[in-house]
């Protein structure tokens, strides 16, 4: 199984950190990738999302597009983050690679 959750807002962060964390305890093998968009990119620095973001079994992508948007050089963002030239088109491509979407 693989899925998408998708972050455009700021305040969504907390709430997909307990939608993975709850699916990682279901006895699946899950591919789990976190994109994240518009100014919900700004939840890449903040310190009660680094936990999160650290954890191994999940993938994070930062839009390059928010990134610039938001003024934030990708240095700043943690190490394990890949950045990804659109996220729009990163969800596209996900999605029609087999990925499930969702939106918290």
């Known amino acids: 199984m693989n899925v998408v959750f998708h972050i455009d807002e700021l305040e969504k962060w907390s709430e997909t950190a307990n939608n993975?964390?709850?699916l990682l305890k279901e006895p699946y093998e899950i591919t789990i990738i976190?994109?994240?968009?518009?100014?919900a990119i700004n939840g890449?620095?903040?310190p009660e999302n680094q936990a999160f973001i650290a954890m191994k079994r999940v993938t994070f992508h930062a839009c390059n597009n928010a990134l610039r948007a938001n003024q934030i050089p990708q240095a700043q963002l943690p190490k394990n983050v890949i950045v990804v030239p659109s996220g729009v088109l990163d969800l596209i491509e996900l999605q029609a690679a087999g990925y499930a979407y969702i939106k918290p």
């Open 34 to 39: 976190v994109l994240v968009n518009g100014k």
């Open 20 to 22: 993975v964390k709850n």
């Open 44 to 46: 890449y620095l903040a």
